[in-house]
């Protein structure tokens, strides 16, 4: 499998790259009132609002720095399937520092870290590279029920409703 890999602190983390849409430069996005401190906001990419997580503020606390090797990764986000149906993908932006390498990681080289995450389900398990440990990041699972309501509310909320007067 082929990984794009991202430092958090001088740690290593991975996103597969077949659920990566485009890698763009840093991009400026509009706030999004009440929403958590970890999410940058949004921007339009081809006529569509894509919200942007600011990784570095979700992981740890500070936003993401600005260096040539921050990145806006666009991935196709999917709610976790409910029962046989797989929720339609929306473009999501994670703003992730020192993106500049891609790897080829075997699936079974990854391995349970053995910690317990519930406040960052999306941390997945690691492999032993030769870069130190990776971690593979689970993007499904980065949205909490109340956030993704809030970034992706549902259709019929989305649709300004017309003046009948």
């Known amino acids: ?9 001088g740690d290593r983390y991975a996103l597969d790259a077949a659920g990566i849409v485009e890698v ?5 996005t509009k706030s999004i009132p009440g929403a958590p401190a970890w999410v940058a906001g949004m921007f339009e990419r081809h006529g569509e609002a894509v919200p942007v997580i600011d990784v570095p503020q979700l992981a740890l606390g500070r936003p993401a720095r600005q260096l040539r090797s921050t990145r806006l990764v666009l991935v196709r986000y999917t709610a976790a399937p409910v029962g046989d149906e797989t929720p339609p993908g929306r473009l999501l932006g994670l ?27 999306w941390l997945g ?19 909490s029920d109340e956030v993704r309501a809030l970034l992706f509310p549902p259709d019929t909320c989305t649709q300004p409703q017309a003046d009948s007067r």
Request: hydrophobic share 50%.
């Open 1 to 9: 499998m082929l990984f794009l890999l991202f430092d958090l602190a």
């Open 24 to 28: 763009l430069a840093l991009t400026p």
């Open 95 to 121: 703003i992730v520092e020192q993106a500049t390498q891609t790897r080829r990681i075997e699936r079974e080289r990854f391995a349970d870290s053995g910690i317990a995450t519930p406040h960052a389900r």
């Open 125 to 143: 398990p690691v492999a032993n590279e030769d870069v130190g440990l990776v971690q593979w990041i689970d993007v499904h699972h980065m949205l």
